[in-house]
């Protein structure tokens, strides 16, 4: 079946630190690849996608790249702010009727002023 | 418009009384689902519903009850809840067909607290 697998939180960082989010997955077929992200309080945001390997999706200065050969979407941003605190959500898609999502745990990021 | 909105944003129970949650889209979306988010972890998710039609279940109790009147409304009754129930319920929508996006566009959420 289909899995995603995401770094364990919480990940706490300075200001204009750099950031990764490693994601991994499993799945039949070329599923497309998501990152969500939910504030506090909030729903699910789309962030971004890519639905083809070697696709980059890129958002508000975050970054995630479909590499089929290590089977990953790291989420990456060079220089995070305050409010980029969040959690954050890798999941895939299996094209076809009703598009199920399948998520990763979910990674907590705090940045600290 | 590019939005999901869910009602109430929040809601306080007892294990007696009935409810509903109610979701709406205007995207033309053929897809709609209800998911439950409990603290610090991902969506689950509960129903699709897939041209108005109910298309997945994912072995939800039957004190939740989904329905589809239309195309742009999803509401889901609740009777009998327990505490246990206590969520966050996410409703979401998609384009529903070959080659279309996939993405999901998610509501804000309804935050149940059952007592």
């Known amino acids: 079946g289909n899995s995603v697998t995401q770094m364990e939180g919480p990940v706490t960082l300075s200001e204009e630190a750099f950031l990764t989010i490693n994601c991994t997955y499993t799945a039949t077929g070329y599923p497309s690849l998501f990152w969500y992200v939910q504030y506090p309080g909030e729903g699910l945001q789309l962030l971004l996608k890519?639905?083809?390997?070697?696709d980059k999706g890129s958002n508000k200065g975050f970054e995630a790249t479909y590499r089929k050969e290590t089977t990953s979407f790291h989420l990456e941003k060079g220089s995070v702010q305050v409010s980029d605190s969040a959690v954050y959500f890798c999941a895939l898609s299996r094209s076809g009727s009703a598009r199920q999502l399948t998520f990763g745990s979910g990674t907590q990021l705090t940045v600290l002023p | 418009d590019t939005e999901v909105t869910q009602t109430p944003k929040h809601l306080v129970m007892g294990m007696t009384n009935k409810k509903s949650l109610k979701c709406e889209q205007h995207?033309?979306?053929?897809?709609m689902y209800w998911y439950k988010q409990k603290a610090k972890k991902p969506p689950e998710l509960m129903f699709v519903y897939s041209y108005e039609k109910l298309s997945i279940n994912e072995s939800v109790p039957s004190r939740f009850s989904p329905e589809c009147p239309n195309s742009s409304l999803l509401n889901l009754h609740l009777h009998a809840l327990q505490p246990e129930d206590s969520a966050l319920y996410l409703c979401?929508?998609?384009?529903?067909?070959?080659?279309?996006?996939?993405?999901?566009?998610f509501g804000p959420g309804t935050r149940l607290t059952v007592l």
């Open positions: 979401a929508s998609s384009q529903e067909f070959a080659g279309g996006r996939d993405e999901q566009f």
């Open positions: 995207m033309g979306h053929r897809a």
């Open positions: 890519a639905t083809k390997a070697d």
